[in-house]
């Protein structure tokens, strides 16, 4: 059974930074792309960066510059450095990844539970 754990949320003030951890385990045959998605309340949830296997990057025209997404392929990690937040950063921020099955050898999505950021004074 594959999990995703994220890990890293908390408060935060503006201008400050965080760190959050997206570890997977369970069994599998490899991992493709991963990304941090986020929601606000009252919003739908929408990628802030993803990463290829291969270390290629994308981001949100709002975390440009400000955040960072990086993975560790040989701990099956993946972290997101967040500076200079802002109040408009506040979320729940979940990490996603593409997941190709041990047995089957199909890919499927995977989601972690999720992680609050909140960013206030």
């Known amino acids: 059974q594959v999990q995703l754990v994220e890990s890293g949320g908390g408060l935060v003030q503006p201008g400050g930074s965080l760190r959050l951890s997206c570890a997977a385990s369970?069994?599998?045959?490899?991992?493709?792309?991963m990304g941090w998605y986020r929601q606000a309340p009252g919003k739908q949830r929408g990628l802030v960066a993803s990463?290829?296997?291969?270390?290629?990057?994308n981001y949100a025209d709002s975390v440009k510059g400000r955040f960072t997404i990086a993975r560790d392929n040989a701990k099956n990690t993946m972290y997101l450095q967040m500076n200079s937040l802002n109040p408009e950063d506040t979320a729940v921020y979940y990490c996603?990844?593409?997941?190709?099955?041990?047995?089957?050898?199909?890919?499927?999505?995977?989601w972690g539970q999720g992680t609050q950021v909140t960013v206030s004074s």
């Open positions: 996603n990844a593409r997941i190709v099955d041990l047995r089957s050898l199909a890919l499927a999505d995977y």
């Open positions: 990463i290829t296997t291969g270390g290629s990057t």
């Open positions: 369970g069994s599998f045959f490899s991992i493709n792309a």
